[in-house]
């Protein structure tokens, strides 16, 4: 086996950086630290990021915003630097559909014309949810594609009732890349009938998860470029003695064919709650946003290219400036984002940049599956 070395970006410095340890358990080559920042304005949410083309290397991040305290969500894109984040970037989208009017809005995943060529430089694909007046308290997907500061098309998106059994109730799309759309579903009067979906772009057709009970697909990976068929999705589903175990599973978008199936538990032992937020691809495998029974995590999982995946290496996301909740939401290389409860009230949006952790590649001897 080999070893690459998890720590892609610089850090900035601020005055507001706290470094802690990995978690417990984890047995690295070297020792990894976590460098926490806080990004956007405060009540500004955020839920995905993507690298984007440019000279200064900006990055695409999706999320909402409160207009006045108390407010509905609404939709938010910005692009600019990762961290300081300039508030010149936010835009401030309206999803738009006939007969409909949008209470609220959120985008959850972006996709940038640095991985897919077709979007346009200069444009954006995200995939996010929304709720309209007449449609009450529902869910409904959505994806908007265009100038990354609008105006651009929104499509709707919502799981079609012949594909299941009754009406599906919410439809909430999460991730985007290549030509797949992955998100979650379920059923009006059924409790826990919630489950996972792919719907591809350019066919139109919906693909329904078949892996298990409450499967929640949260992350997609396009491997190769973008004209490939292969993917690799992330998410949990109820599994073991818990409430929810994360999985990785191959996807092939040309023959539909679901393969791999992993689960994982957080710090590689079975526990109540592990679920995949986001994947990212890096050389050698995948670093995953993800939470755990303790909280929000990053992970670093080996792959040897085809299908098959190592031992995970788990790192402890804990903020120090949250006096509650603490989450992992997205991941973009070794930069894990997401949302943290400020001792003043309300939300606050922050970067955790995770240096110096080996990842080991897989051997026949200790892939999973192997």
């Known amino acids: 086996m080999h070893d690459s070395t998890i720590g892609f970006s ?16 984890i047995a690295p080559k070297s ?40 407010a509905a969500p609404k939709a938010l894109l910005y692009r600019g630097p990762l961290y300081p984040t300039d508030s010149s970037g936010y835009a401030f989208l309206k999803p738009s559909f006939h007969g ?12 940038t014309p640095l991985f897919d060529p077709a979007i346009g430089e200069g444009n954006v694909r995200a995939v996010g949810s929304y709720k309209y007046a007449e449609g009450g308290k529902l869910d409904h997907g959505m994806m908007y594609e265009g100038p990354w500061d609008g105006p651009g098309t929104w499509t709707l998106i919502d799981v079609p009732d012949h594909l299941v059994d009754g009406a599906v109730a919410n439809t909430i799309a999460h991730s985007t890349m290549g030509d797949l759309v992955v998100g979650n579903y379920d059923i009006a009067g059924k409790p826990e009938s919630g489950n996972g979906f792919i719907y591809n772009i350019k066919t139109k057709v919906y693909t329904l998860l078949t892996i298990g009970e409450l499967a929640t697909a949260y992350g997609i990976w396009q491997n190769g470029d973008s004209t490939s068929s292969s993917y690799t999705i992330a998410g949990g589903y109820k599994g073991g003695n818990g409430l929810n175990v994360g999985f990785l599973v191959n996807y ?43 909280g ?38 070794n930069n894990l984002v997401g949302i943290y409860q ?11 940049t995770v240096s110096g952790l080996t990842m080991t590649h897989p051997s026949v001897a200790d892939r999973l599956g192997g």
Not at 342 to 352: D, E, K
Request: with cysteine; proline share 5%; hydrophobic share 30%.
């Open 100 to 111: 409909r009017n949008v209470t609220s809005s959120v985008l959850y995943g972006p996709n």
């Open 342 to 352: 400020p001792a003043g009230g309300g939300i606050q949006s922050y970067l955790a």
């Open 31 to 70: 020792d990894p630290n976590v460098t926490y920042h806080d990004i956007f304005a405060a009540n500004y949410s955020v839920t995905g990021i993507r690298q984007d083309i440019g000279t200064d290397r900006p990055v695409i991040m999706t999320g909402s915003y409160e207009s006045s305290p108390g």
């Open 296 to 333: 929000a995590a990053f992970a670093a999982i080996a792959s040897d290219g085809n299908g098959k995946f190592g031992v995970p290496k788990w790192v402890s996301i804990d903020y120090c400036a949250s006096v509650g909740i603490c989450t992992g939401n997205s991941i973009l290389d």
């Open 10 to 25: 610089q850090t900035a410095t601020t005055t507001k950086e706290t470094t802690k340890e990995t978690a417990k358990g």
């Open 252 to 294: 092939d978008s040309s023959t539909g064919r679901l393969s791999g199936l992993h689960d994982f538990s957080y710090d590689n032992t079975p526990g109540i709650v592990t679920h995949f937020e986001g994947i990212t691809g890096v050389p050698g495998g995948y670093t995953l946003a993800a939470t755990g029974d303790y």
